[in-house]
C-alpha cells in the first residue's frame, strides 16, 4: 500500500494506492500554516488507513523549493510556518514508511505529462498559476534534472517595478497570492476585465521566457486561475503570437486535463520512476 499527497498553497490532498496504478478517492483538507497543524491531519489520516496493511512508500509534493536531500522546504512564500521543518523525518516516524519529497507543481506536471494534457509529447513544460506559480520541465517522462527544482514564477519581467513601484516578480503579478497582494481582493471577487487581461499579458511574457529557455513541444497551463478561467489561454496564446520571434512558431499550449488531482497522479508516476511497484 502506497501514500500519496498533494500539498498546495491553500488546499492538501492525500490518499492511498493499492496496486500502484491507481488511487483511492482523496481527502482534502484546507492547507494549515501552522506546520504541527498538517502533522496532525497526516496523524488522523493514517490511523484510518493502517488496519489495511503497512506503508511501502510514501510520495508527495510540497509548494517551495525543497533543500538538496529533499528534506525540508528551505523557500516557501506561501507557507512560511513550513519553512526549515523537518518534513521528511517527521513522515516517515509517523507513517513508518520511507518518504520521497517533490515540489508540487512537478508532481503535477508530471501527472499531465504522463496521463494528462501533455501525453504523447517529449518535453513538456507545465506552469500552474494558483496560489502562486510554478513549474517544471519534463523530459520523457520524467522531471528533467535540476539542483533546486525550477521556479518560473520567481523571475522579472519587470525590471523598472512600473507595475507596483517596485521591483517585483511573476508570482506577483499573476497569481492568486499576487491579485490579493496588488487589489486587496480574492481572484473570484475581481469583475474587471482589464484586470484579467492585464494577467494574460504578463503572463505570456513569462511564458516566453520558458520557451526560449525550455524549448518545448507544448506548454501545459494549470492551477485554479486557469481551469476556472479567470485567465483565458486563448489571449495568451495571441499575445505569444506577437512578442515571440526568434522561433517561427510557439509551441502546441493545451489546458491541463487532470484537475485537482494532477499531483497525486504525477505521485504514481514519481513513485514507478522511483521504484518497482509491489
Known sequence: MYLLFDIGGTKMRITTSFDGVTFEEPQVYSTPQIFDDSMQIFDEYYSKIKEKGPLAKVVGGLPGVLDKKKEYLVSA?????????????????????????????SLVGLGEATKGAGSGFKIVAYITISTGLGGVRIVEGRLDESIYGFEPGHQYIDMSGTVTGKLVDLEVLVSGSGIMFRYGKMASEITDPKV????????????????????????VLGGGLILNGFIDIEKVKKELKEILKIYPEIPEIRKASLGDYGGLHGGLSYLKLTSQVL
Open 77 to 105: 512564500p506561501n507557507l512560511l510556518g513550513w519553512r526549515g521543518k523537518p518534513i521528511k523525518t517527521e513522515l516517515e516516524t509517523r507513517l513508518h514508511a520511507p518518504v520521497i519529497l517533490e515540489n508540487d507543481a
Open 196 to 219: 484579467w487581461e492585464e494577467a494574460s499579458r504578463y503572463l505570456a511574457f513569462g511564458l516566453h521566457n520558458t520557451i526560449v529557455h525550455w524549448s518545448p513541444d507544448i506548454i
